[in-house]
């Protein structure tokens, strides 16, 4: 076995979008981090399509990622909010909130893939692939890590270590944090298709099934992510490419015109999943290890990257990256959008589900309500954009940092 390293500045667990991004934030060549990463090479074939907000893409823009990106995103400029049977609509315009996009979408794959290659070129970034910790001790200095890495087993010593390893994160079992978890009862469906409408509108659309979205992938293609009961959701992705456009078209409404799938839906099991606490000693939980988020509203990665951001703020001028102190103050500095967005993707998920279809005319009431106040919309559409705390510190740290 490998003589344990000296002091690492940082150990990620989990070299997926949100462990990637962390070590492009904190790569500066003089911090030694290391990435340990279960995957050789990002799998490919994952047909998820990523709403970035206008809060990510600034972001991603200060951490010199977003160029690379940006050749294959689309801007989305209207999101159009809608329920099924039901007059009450509201639009959140780019042109009414002073930006030129309120997000952008991008391929899932793309996106995990240009993080991954950023951070593995990164000055000081060791990216050990495939490779997973099998141990793990902590005493009041450190965290000692056992690796079983791609050249066999080796060891580092940090004094900050990052859970980012997922919904499933074999790390935050390790240091046992628990999580709570809610089932929502509702299966996902993706599925690539070809339709009419705006190419830059992206839809949101209240069904009797469940929420549907409707994002924009370039000209006529579309990602739709249609939330079902799991039992709808076999027998619907089950169906004839011509049976299953027939559905969406009846869901979505005529005004698209021809609707055609591009290939089989994809089907994801919806869960809430959140660890009962941020971090346990000198392991912090990041990403989908710390919460995984229902999928509507398209909020899950962009929140977990302004924790990135906000975990390199506070760890900028830290002495040490691991200590209590540090660790805390940077979870109540994001608690709040944290909870905000929380109770936000609930909202979507649950409330336009729960309780049945016979409250239809009191929600469409409150998309009415919703276009008719432009103060709520423009709060609606600030919480969209992953603005509405506001991304001064965050956002000015890597402004400051990176030309
Ligand atoms: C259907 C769907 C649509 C979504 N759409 C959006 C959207 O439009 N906008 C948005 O902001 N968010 C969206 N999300 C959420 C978004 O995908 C997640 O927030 C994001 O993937 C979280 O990234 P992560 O790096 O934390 O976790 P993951 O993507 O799960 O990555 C975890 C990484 O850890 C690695 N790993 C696992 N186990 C180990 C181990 N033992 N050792 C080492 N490494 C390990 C994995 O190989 C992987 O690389 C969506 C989610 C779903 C399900």
Do not use: K
Request: aromatic share 4%.
């Amino acid at each position: 076995m490998a003589e344990p390293q000296a002091h690492q500045e940082l150990v990620i667990v989990g070299g997926g979008p949100v462990g990637a991004a962390l070590a492009i934030a904190l790569a500066d060549g003089v911090r030694a981090i290391t990435v340990v990463e279960a995957q050789a090479s990002p799998p490919g074939g994952d047909t998820r399509a990523t709403a970035l907000s206008e809060s990510s893409v600034r972001l991603l823009g200060a951490l010199g990622v977003w160029p690379e990106l940006a050749g294959d995103a689309v801007p989305i400029h209207t999101v159009e909010v809608s329920q099924q049977g039901h007059y009450g609509r509201t639009r959140l315009r780019a042109e009414d909130q002073g930006v030129r996009a309120l997000g952008q979408v991008v391929a899932y794959d793309g996106l995990a893939r240009g993080l991954a290659e950023r951070a593995r070129g990164a000055p000081g970034v060791e990216w050990l692939a495939p490779a997973t910790v099998a141990g793990l001790d902590q005493d009041a200095d450190g965290v000692r890590l056992r690796i079983d890495g791609p050249d066999g087993p080796t060891e580092r010593r940090t004094r900050l270590a990052v859970a980012a390893d997922g919904t499933r994160s074999p790390l935050r079992e390790r240091i046992g944090i628990g999580v709570r978890e809610y089932d929502y009862g509702q299966t996902a469906l993706l599925l690539p298709l070809e339709t009419g409408g705006d190419p830059n509108t992206g839809y949101e659309r209240f069904t009797s099934d469940g929420p549907m979205a409707l994002l924009p992938a370039g000209g006529r293609r579309r990602t739709l992510i249609w939330t079902l009961p799991p039992e709808r959701a076999e027998a619907t992705a089950a169906l004839a490419p011509e049976r299953l456009a027939e559905c969406v078209a009846t869901r979505l409404g005529r005004s698209f015109g021809p609707i055609v799938p591009q290939g089989p839906p994809a089907a994801w099991p919806l869960h809430r999943v959140e660890a009962e606490r941020g971090h346990d000693g000198r392991v912090a939980l990041l990403g989908n290890a710390a919460r995984t988020l229902h999928p509507v509203g398209a909020q899950g990665f962009n929140l977990a990257l302004r924790d990135v951001c906000g975990l390199a703020a506070a760890l900028e001028h830290a002495r040490d990256p691991g200590d209590d102190e540090t660790l805390a103050a940077w979870s109540r500095a994001r608690q709040a959008d944290r909870w905000q967005t929380r109770l936000f993707t609930d909202v979507l998920a649950r409330g336009f589900v729960r309780g049945g279809y016979g409250l239809g005319a009191l929600r469409a009431g409150a998309l009415l309500g919703l276009d008719s106040c432009s103060i709520a919309r423009d709060g609606l559409a600030s919480q969209t954009m992953g603005l509405l705390g506001g991304l001064p510190r965050v956002g000015s740290w890597h402004l400051e940092r990176r030309p």
